[in-house]
């Protein structure tokens, strides 16, 4: 289930390129371009924090959820899909973070 969101997610911001921005918040945000795309996730990132250090599970959530969509339309706008960031992930399964580093740093 939980992938099929981020597959259901992914083809709704693939359509909202179509759309025009005046009607669309996604598609005002792929109007105003890839800064501003940027911007709202340093928001987003930020509030996520500010949630964490409050220590509120409800608003860690909503935060994050904000973060994660943004990240998505960050990804549809550089015309990358997510399920590349899901095999990343997945390669790095069965490593330590510290061997992860490493391989990054001699690559």
Known sequence: MNQDILQ???EVLEQRK????????VSSLYAKGLDTI?????EEATETVIAAKNGEAQQIVYEM??????CLVL???????HDL????LDRRFGLSGLQEKA???TS
């Not at 179509?18 to 918040?25: E, F, L, P």
């Not at 940027?38 to 340093?42: H, P, V």
């Not at 990804?75 to 899909?81: T, Y």
């Open 8 to 10: 259901r997610l992914a």
């Open 18 to 25: 179509q759309v025009d921005a005046k009607s669309s918040y």
């Open 38 to 42: 940027l911007k709202k996730i340093g």
């Open 65 to 70: 959820a904000d973060l994660w969509f943004h």
């Open 75 to 81: 990804l549809a706008h550089q015309n990358i899909s």
């Open 85 to 88: 960031v899901l095999q990343e």
């Open 103 to 105: 391989q990054r740093q």
